[in-house]
Each structure stands twice: as structure tokens, then as C-alpha cells.
T-cell receptor, first 111, second 111 residues
Framework: KNQVEQSPQSLIILEGKNCTLQCNYTVSPFSNLRWYKQDTGRGPVSLTIMTFSENTKSNGRYTATLDADTKQSSLHITASQLSDSASYIC??????????FGTGTLLAVQP | NAGVTQTPKFRVLKTGQSMTLLCAQDMNHEYMYWYRQDPGMGLRLIHYSVGEGTTAKGEVPDGYNVSRLKKQNFLLGLESAAPSQTSVYFCATTGMATEAFFGQGTRLTVV
């Protein structure tokens, strides 16, 4: 069964600290992997999208990595800000452009 | 979330009532999706469409119907609402290997 699992489920960090979120997937075939940020009460917004051949991609303070061999991805947030408090969702695009969502990691950044 | 508009944003239904959620996109994307998001679960695909006049079942299609009569619109219908359909519904659109754009969501409560 195609699945996307994320860890941790929730995370609390202090403002200015770094953190890393994990994503493991079993989706096959694989087209691309995306990380989304979802603020409370809003729709998800794309952070990065990586294809099979890409190992890392950055978007400001967000850096995503992908290991297609082990089917693992991570999202690293540098110098966290209060506005980073949100749910971060790993999404894998499998066959026929169907997006398979992880359950997300809820990040809280405290002052 | 510019480009994807969902209506309505909030709705309360009585059990057995029917309603239609509208998703409109102005990005000329072929692919459109309807998801539901429940606490502790990732977004789950209800139905999707790969182009005008086409629809297909997703992961949780029971109790819902869809139509894509025009490329820019994707309608989600509930013929006889049930409390289990209380959820937040998101519409999304994407091109192949490009980021997905989500609407702001529709919060539906069935009492």
C-alpha cells in the first residue's frame, strides 16, 4: 500500500533554533516529493518539490533532502521564527499525478 | 492561495440534506482534486479529475459525487449528508510535476 509516514507528530522548539522533520514513503512508482506548510485554517502552501534525481532543494530557510534509494526525505528549518509555527506535510506524487499525503508534523515555535 | 477559490467557506447541514461545494481555478490546469482533512489524519483524496469531462474515484469516494463540466470548475456533491462527513474540504489543482495549489478550504459540519 502506498504510504507516507512523518515524524515526529509534533515538535516544540525555541525561536532561533533549527529543526529537522522526517518523511518516509513507500509510494511506487515515484514521480516527485513535495513539502507543504499549512497554517491553521488555511490550505497547504508549497515549500519545495523534488524529482527523483534531486537530492536537495532550498527555499529560504527551508532545505529539503531526498534519498530515493532509501525512500526518505527531510525538511530542515534554520533559525526558526514564530511564523514557522504550522503543520508541515510531506506529499508524494505517485502514478497518474495522485498526491499521497502524510499526516504532517505540527511545529510550534516558542519565544 | 491565489487562483483556486472554494465556495462556501463554512456550512452547517442537517443529516440527510444535500449540498454542492464549488471549486474554481483560473490557472488552466488539467488536474483537479477534492480532499477531506480530519484531525490526526492526512488529507485524503475523495475524487479527482484529469481533465474536462473526466472524473475518477480517490481513496474515500463513498457518499460523494463530482462533476467537471468545465475545465475551470470542479464540483463536489453530497446527496444525503451524514455526521461522518463533518470535515474540512480542500480543493487543489496541479499540472504534471508542478506544485499543487490549494483553496482555502470549506469547513462543513453535519448535525
Amino acid at each position: 500500500k502506498n504510504q507516507v509516514e512523518q515524524s515526529p507528530q509534533s515538535l516544540i522548539i525555541l525561536e532561533g533554533k533549527n529543526c529537522t522533520l522526517q518523511c518516509n514513503y513507500t509510494v511506487s512508482p515515484f514521480s516527485n516529493l513535495r513539502w507543504y506548510k499549512q497554517d491553521t485554517g488555511r490550505g497547504p502552501v508549497s515549500l519545495t518539490i523534488m524529482t527523483f534525481s534531486e537530492n536537495t532543494k532550498s527555499n529560504g530557510r527551508y532545505t529539503a533532502t531526498l534519498d530515493a534509494d532509501t525512500k526518505q526525505s527531510s525538511l530542515h528549518i534554520t533559525a526558526s521564527q514564530l511564523s514557522d509555527s504550522a503543520s508541515y506535510i510531506c506529499v508524494v506524487n505517485g502514478a497518474t499525478n495522485k498526491l499521497i499525503f502524510g499526516t504532517g508534523t505540527l511545529l510550534a515555535v516558542q519565544p | 492561495n491565489a487562483g483556486v477559490t472554494q465556495t462556501p467557506k463554512f456550512r452547517v447541514l442537517k443529516t440527510g440534506q444535500s449540498m454542492t461545494l464549488l471549486c474554481a481555478q483560473d490557472m488552466n490546469h488539467e488536474y483537479m482534486y477534492w480532499y477531506r482533512q480530519d484531525p490526526g489524519m492526512g488529507l485524503r483524496l475523495i475524487h479527482y479529475s484529469v481533465g474536462e469531462g473526466t472524473t475518477a474515484k480517490g481513496e474515500v469516494p463513498d457518499g460523494y459525487n463530482v462533476s467537471r463540466l468545465k475545465k475551470q470548475n470542479f464540483l463536489l456533491g453530497l446527496e444525503s449528508a451524514a455526521p461522518s462527513q463533518t470535515s474540512v474540504y480542500f480543493c487543489a489543482t496541479t499540472g504534471m510535476a508542478t506544485e499543487a495549489f490549494f483553496g482555502q478550504g470549506t469547513r462543513l459540519t453535519v448535525v
